[in-house]
Structure formats: structure tokens, C-alpha cells
């Protein structure tokens, strides 16, 4: 043990959050299943972390005899593929950067990890929590070894959708060409400040199928859901061969004039362009319910009225909808959901998030809309903007670990 060692701190913790994020343009399918390599590009839009983000604590120390990983409370398995991708692949650049006489680090490299994230969301209800508890592994890793390489590159290898937590803003993930995937990267179109009218809603539904008894459980998760398209759907190559291409040019050329009126009408495209590709899966997939269907409608309806595009709806794999709004037509909007999906009286706070004015819903437009109302399809709204990338914690009161590398217990 040299001197530097001996005055190193016993054990070196490091506390970020990473957000969410939800596509315009979807990712479905892969060419490298062991690389996570898409068959498109995809785009997508950072949520603000205020409202949902993931937060996780590394800590490594040479007390620690193995790596160790607990989510949202519970140990779980840390030898599991993506898992190991990630640690090696941070561990491979820490080693590769650090010079001869940098001693210290290179102890930590060879130290155990403890890693601790708990999502503020529930983790299987279609909001990418894959992504964001990725993207934050692997950022807090790198600040923890010192790493500055392009890290979408690792947090692709977690989950494909985690590239673009990377970044906050908007953000493309590059299908890239090359076999080693080098060149798959996210890569930031516009950042949070360039549009901030642009406000985000999601609609987390109530939701309960046959077979399914998890309110929260989806039934076909997206990494099997998406290899049995790639196998099966044809519609999938053609949208990745002959629709995306064009379609990724136009959401960018979009987005950066702010024109929301192609925005939503492409984000709404490529959601129902991406549940047609389940449909002509074999089986085929269904991610939408009636709820979800009916607000298709109540979007579709609501902008008709007003003969303008002004609310797009985008669902994942699940059934709840993200709906992409500017902020002038937002109270009026929730309004309309309140309406026409009206809440328990006493289901707790109808929206949660950023607050919405209350505003006056026409007749008019009540009749127009003309959807029979669907009581508690709608458990709640969260109410959210676009949002920065991945941030460090400065406040070690935060850190989810406590002093001995063990979780602290929650108050
Ligand atoms: C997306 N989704 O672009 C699409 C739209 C779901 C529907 O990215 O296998 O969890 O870990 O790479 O990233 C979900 O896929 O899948 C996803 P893996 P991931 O957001």
C-alpha cells in the first residue's frame, strides 16, 4: 500500500439522478441483440426531473468484498448481463484513461462497488424506468471513476432507450452503421431551454385486464415484444428502412423552428405506426387498451374542434399516454380529461407535477367532443416540461447509502 492509499477516505461515494425520456420517434428492434443495436434511429424528449427522475448512489471502498446492487429497496442480482456490460465497459474506460502515477484511482478501479437507485415513480408502469435507472448507473459510475468518454455508448448497452436519458432537451439516438456500435450514439438536437412553452402530460391509467393482476405489470415487456417483431413484422422493416429516415429529418427540422403542428402530428404518427407494428407481429402485441383509446379520441376530437393541432398523445409499451401540449391550451386540456375520465371524489390529488390553472370548459366543446365518460379510467396526471440530462448530487446527506455501504433505512 503506497501513501496515497493510506490517506484515501475508507470508502468514496457518489449520488446523481438521471430523467426520464419519452420517443416522438420510436426504437423498436434490434441488429445486435448483445450490443442493443436499433434497426432506426429515434428521438425523443427528456422529462423534467423534478417529477420523475432516478436517483443512485455508488460507492466503492476496499471493505467491500463483492459488487452489490439494491433497487427501490430490494437486493437484486447483479451478475445479470446488462448489468455487467455496463460495469465493465466503465470500468475498461477508467483503466484506459488513468496514467501510471494516478495511484488512487486506480485502487478504486480495483475496489467492489455498492450501488443503491430508487426510482420517484412506479417502475413498471411504462415510464422507461429502464431508461433513466440506466442512464443514471452509468453516469454515476463515470463521475465516480473520473470517466469522460461518450457515455450513451454504456448506457446503451443497459437498455437501448437509456442513450438518450444522456441528454436533456431533445435528443436523437444515431442507429449508427458500424458492427461494433461505436457509432450508435445519443446525441442532443436542441437543449431544455429552446422550447419552453412545450409542456408534458402523463396520464397514468387505471388499468386492469383479464390474466393480469398487477395494476402496474406490463404484458409484454419491450425487449422479447421487440425481437418478435424484428422476426415476424415486415411492416417494422418497412418503417425502419423506407419511414424513419425521412421521418427523423423532418421531427429535427420541426423541432428546431418550434413547429408544433408538425411535432405533434409526427409524434402521433410514429406512436400508431409503432402499435400497427405490434399488431402485424405474430403474436401480435397489444400495448393500447380502451382507455388508451379513448384518449386517441378525446385528442383527435378536441383538436378538430378547434381546427388546430394543439395536444399529441404518444404511448410506449404500456398503455398510459404522454401527451405533448404548449402551455397556453394545458389547463384547459386537463379540464377536458377531468371530464371526460372524472376521478374518484376521494382518489387523492387528480394532478400531481407542475400546477395547472383551473379553466372553464364550454359546453360547446363538451358536446363537440361527444365521448361517453369513462369514471376513474384515469388514476392521475403528471404534469411536467422538458428537462436537463443526468446531474450530480452535491448534498451527502442525499447519498442513498450509508457510511458502512449499506442502504440507509427510509425514515
Ligand atoms: C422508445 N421503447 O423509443 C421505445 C418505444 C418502448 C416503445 O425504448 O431491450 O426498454 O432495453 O433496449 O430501451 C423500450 O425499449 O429496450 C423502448 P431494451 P428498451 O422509447
Redesign the pocket.
Known sequence: MNSKEVNMPETTMITCTAPV???V????G?RDEEL?L?INS?L?VTLHQDQLKTTTTVACSRKFHEDRIWLNGKEEYINQP?LQSCLREIRRLARKRRSEEDSSSKSLLSHRIHICSVNNFPTAA?L?S??AG?ACLVYSLARLFGVEAELSVVA?Q?????C?SMYGGFVQ?KMGERQDGIDSVAEQVAPESHWPELRVLVLVLIYIVCFQVSAERKPV???S??QTSVKTSELLKHRADSVVPARMEEMISAIQRKDFRTFAELTMKDSNQ?HATCLDTCPPIF?LNDISRKVISLVHRYNQYYKETRVAYT???GPNAVIYTLQDHVPEFVQAVQHFFPPESNGGQFVKGDDVAAAPLSEELIQAIGIEPVPKGISYIISTKVGPGPCMVEDSDLHLLGPDGLPKKSP
Not at 25 to 28: D, G, H, N, Q
Not at 158 to 162: I, V
Request: glycine fraction near 14%.
Open positions: 425520456n419519452i420517443a420517434i420510436k426504437y423498436w434490434k442493443i436499433p429515434s425523443s446488462r411504462g422507461a429502464s431508461a440506466y446503451r443497459g437498455s437501448g432507450s437509456a438518450r439516438w415487456g419491450s425487449t415484444g421487440m409503432f400495448y404511448f410506449d409499451a
